[in-house]
């Protein structure tokens, strides 16, 4: 069982940066790639990024490429996505996800474990 935390969600205006932050406790977390998903209100859930196993590839939303970063601690059992030039649209409950797979996934129902999200509300 792996269980994630999200933290760092927030208030921000517009063109400001939040750093959200998910850890586990379990022991298996280089087994598993993890993703960043965000679901506005009325919306579908989106994809917002992934990152390998080990850290080396990573893949974005096109909403999302060029302003976010996804980055991870295997050491710290620590998943972070570092968000610069917010916008209103932006605004969602963001979600930490693992799914047993090298290469990390797309596709949200093809994930294993998710947190409970982080509210982010991006002010214009």
């Known amino acids: 069982q792996v269980q994630l935390v999200e933290s760092g969600g927030g208030l921000v205006q517009a063109g400001g940066s939040l750093r959200l932050s998910c850890t586990t406790s379990?022991?298996?977390?280089?087994?598993?790639?993890m993703g960043w998903f965000r679901q506005a209100p009325g919306k579908e859930r989106e994809f917002v990024a992934t990152?390998?196993?080990?850290?080396?590839?990573?893949y974005y939303g096109d909403s999302v490429k060029g302003r976010f970063t996804i980055s991870r601690d295997n050491a710290k059992k620590t998943v972070t996505l570092q968000m610069n030039s917010l916008k209103p649209e932006d605004t969602a409950v963001y979600y930490c996800?693992?799914?047993?797979?090298?290469?990390?996934?797309?596709?949200?129902?093809?994930?294993?474990?998710w947190g409970q999200g982080t509210q982010v509300t991006v002010s214009s």
């Open positions: 379990g022991r298996t977390f280089s087994s598993y790639a």
């Open positions: 996800a693992a799914v047993a797979s090298l290469s990390g996934s797309r596709v949200a129902e093809e994930y294993d474990y």
């Open positions: 990152i390998s196993r080990g850290g080396i590839s990573t």
